[in-house]
């Protein structure tokens, strides 16, 4: 078998690893892996057609010449790859976890951090397994700062992820309810994204850690290096449909376009962190002020006479409830509309939290709420509107649409609800 340390040579001269074979061009090194629906096995031919080309496989019965490459598992040699790229880097390695916010909180100190350095971050949410390598192998040895973005659904995925990126620093934004179906609990994902305090501190590693939050504070290893934010240096208020962030120090206000004041802590993380970093306030601020959330995140729509809260990546029960409440304390209109889909991996209590936010839901006023899922449909409440999937509630808004005019929406569910089907359609 060849060796880690000869690939890795190979590597340094091709034009990086590729996993999808449509992609590939000359140069490149493909990685064969074995996925649920497809065997990249099956396009290794293709690939070694290709001028300069190399390809990782496991399946001997595949090998074709010198220019593939076979190892014992594919997935295995990928990561042991990137962790030898990773040991190349005498760097800062951010790594940053979390049930809610990491994705943002990544983007905001990315921005922050590249008005004075050149640095290289997980690209939108490549943070499982797979992603984290390679993350890590398209990082440029010339990089001053890594960012890695490290998810999770169940105990130990997050020491095996810290393993592979060997961060040097470590944020977690919060514990909530997500992906309990995986890690069995809540008491489960404390130890699950703990895991980056535990290895940190076996590394001498530092982390950031959220003073007012009681849970990571209980969890902190003693003697651990930390730096504790909120920073003390600004104040965040939330201004409708975006964040004031107030200078305590010049008094000069910044405007971000980040809505809901749970965004809050994830714009001060980032602060604190330029801080640390030793970058001037005011360019923190403006980087922060610059920033433009993406791909379904807390992104602001305006259409005709609507505004569109558009937050449909990602949902579990602690951060639904967050939009709900900061939705309902959006001031400038009493027209609030609210199309919430399902929240997915909860587990055999899945109903329960569905109905727990059908309950909370009651605490407040709604122009009109649409409900949108099989488990939502499920809940006991003949008050609200329920769709068994987002093409129903498309075939009915029609009835609706008149009447919502001039109102302020809020989507809020799972990827896999497709809400912004519904944006598509209507906005």
């Not at 973005?149 to 909530?176: F, K, Q, R, W, Y």
């Not at 994902?189 to 895991?195: A, D, S």
């Not at 940190?200 to 209980?218: A, P, Q, Y």
């Not at 727990?356 to 006991?380: A, E, M």
Request: proline share 2%; hydrophobic share 40%.
């Amino acid at each position: 078998m060849i060796s880690i340390e000869d690939v890795y040579q190979i590597f340094l001269t091709s034009g990086g690893v590729c996993i999808d074979s449509r992609k590939v061009t000359s140069n490149d090194i493909f990685i064969a892996l074995k996925g649920e629906h497809v065997d990249g096995h099956k396009f290794v031919k293709q690939v070694i057609d290709l001028q300069d080309t190399h390809a990782i496989i496991d399946d001997k019965d595949y090998y074709i010449n010198e220019r593939t490459i076979l190892v014992d598992n594919v997935l295995s040699f990928l990561q042991k790859l990137a962790q030898y790229h990773r040991a190349q880097f005498d760097i800062p390695v951010l790594g940053i976890t979390g049930s809610n916010g990491k994705t943002t909180t990544k983007e905001l100190i990315y921005q922050v951090l590249s008005t004075q350095f050149n640095v290289h971050s997980t690209k939108g949410n490549y943070n499982n397994h797979l992603g984290v390598p390679l993350t890590l192998l398209d990082a440029p040895i010339d990089s001053d700062i890594l960012i890695i973005e490290m998810g999770a659904n169940h105990v130990g995925e997050i020491n095996d992820l810290s393993h592979i990126a060997c961060p040097t620093l470590g944020l977690i934004t919060n514990i909530g309810e997500a992906h309990i179906e995986g890690f069995g609990s809540v008491e489960g994902i404390i130890q699950g994204k703990t895991e980056l305090y535990k290895y940190l501190h076996k590394t001498n590693g530092s982390v950031f850690i959220n003073r007012n939050d009681e849970t990571l504070m209980k969890e902190l290893p003693r003697g651990i290096d930390h730096v504790f934010y909120p920073s003390e240096n600004i104040i965040i208020q939330d201004s409708g449909l975006n964040l004031e962030i107030r200078s305590l120090d010049s008094g000069k206000i910044y405007n971000s376009s980040l809505y809901g004041i749970y965004n809050a802590i994830n714009i001060q993380a980032a602060v604190t962190i330029g801080e640390y970093f030793k970058i001037d306030l005011h360019k923190i601020l403006e980087a922060i002020a610059n920033y433009h959330p993406n791909m379904n995140r807390s992104q602001i729509v305006r259409s005709n006479d609507n505004v569109l809260i558009m937050d449909a990546y990602n949902a579990n029960p602690t951060s639904m409830k967050e939009a709900i409440k900061s939705m309902a304390a959006l001031e400038g209109t009493e027209n609030k509309v609210l199309v919430l889909g399902d929240m997915k991996e909860l587990g055999i209590e899945e109903v329960q939290y569905h109905q727990d936010i059908v309950d909370f839901l009651s605490n407040y006023s709604w122009q009109k709420v649409f409900l949108v899922g099989s488990l939502f449909k499920q809940t006991k409440n003949n008050s609200f509107n329920k769709f068994e999937n987002v093409d129903q509630l498309i075939q009915n808004y029609e009835a609706y649409q008149e009447s919502l005019k001039g109102s302020a929406f809020l989507l809020k569910a799972s990827r896999s609800i497709q809400l912004e089907k519904f944006k598509e359609a209507f906005f």
